[in-house]
């Protein structure tokens, strides 16, 4: 596949807002790809995947452990808290705190 559809590609571009790896063909794909080949390097991957089930198992410690049968809580925040530790730790190197994600998590949710 030399260039993507536009049909369905074109789609895409207007849900991220624009030119990205996956909307992109010849020179400025390959630009784009260059420059995000870091982040998937096998080191980079294995330490994101130890740091997203570190972020998993605290919750399941600590949230988790509060919960019972009758208990209800709002899946898509507490997914969406633990994908936000993961990434600015992997991604920044910078932990996050509870009020930051919170914030943040509310700021998503809102658009």
Known sequence: ????PVRLYGSIRNI????????TNGHEWHAKRKAASPAFSS???????????EKT?????????????KSS???GKEMLGIILSALSETA????????ERDFLGKSLNSQ
């Open 57 to 69: 198992e605290e919750w399941i410690h600590t949230t988790g452990k509060g919960l019972n049968k």
């Open 16 to 23: 991220t807002g624009g030119a990205t790896m996956f909307t």
């Open 1 to 4: 596949l030399k260039t993507k």
């Open 73 to 75: 809580f709002d899946v």
């Open 92 to 99: 920044f190197e910078y932990e996050m705190s509870k009020n």
């Open 43 to 53: 080191n980079h991957v294995k330490r994101m995947t130890r740091v997203a089930l």
